[in-house]
């Protein structure tokens, strides 16, 4: 597959779930980002569901971390929903995996759990896949 395509579904007015898809480089990423962008402007959670991403670049990661750090400057949330073993270890590389609220699937990205939170709001790659690891 060549391209990226993302299609942005609202169970509701608080919630918005952007299913990504194919390859998540140069220009795609920077269409993904002003998406982003907006729906963070709301102020509401945003959850990345990424089980379907190909490939990405260090634009793709680069859109990841603006999207992260606009939604905690703009009192949003951002989650990363289904993200594979070769992306947690992207970002572990770049040692910035710590930053992201990572979930297990869209599903439960949508559900808030503070209560079992990490200081971030959601679990780190490391938890995530410790909990993968203990199922």
């Known amino acids: 597959m060549n391209g990226l ?9 608080e919630r918005f779930l952007v299913a990504v898809r194919g390859e998540l480089w140069w220009p795609e990423a ?5 998406r982003l962008d907006t729906l963070i402007n709301r102020g509401v ?12 670049d260090s634009s793709g990661i680069r859109t990841l971390l603006l999207a992260q750090r606009a939604a905690a ?18 970002l572990a590389r770049g040692g910035v995996d710590d930053l992201f609220d990572i979930r297990p699937d869209p ?8 209560d079992d939170a ?14 993968a690891d203990e199922q």
């Open 30 to 34: 920077e269409h993904l980002w002003h």
């Open 73 to 90: 400057q703009r009192g949003a949330t951002l989650r990363l929903a289904g993200a594979g073993e070769p992306l947690i270890r992207l």
């Open 118 to 131: 990490a200081p971030r709001g959601g679990n780190t790659a490391a938890q995530y896949r410790n909990q």
């Open 5 to 13: 395509v993302f299609n942005v579904i609202s169970p509701d007015a």
């Open 45 to 56: 959670l945003v959850v990345l569901d990424l089980r379907n991403v190909e490939a990405l």
């Open 107 to 114: 599903g439960t990205a949508l559900v808030d759990h503070d």
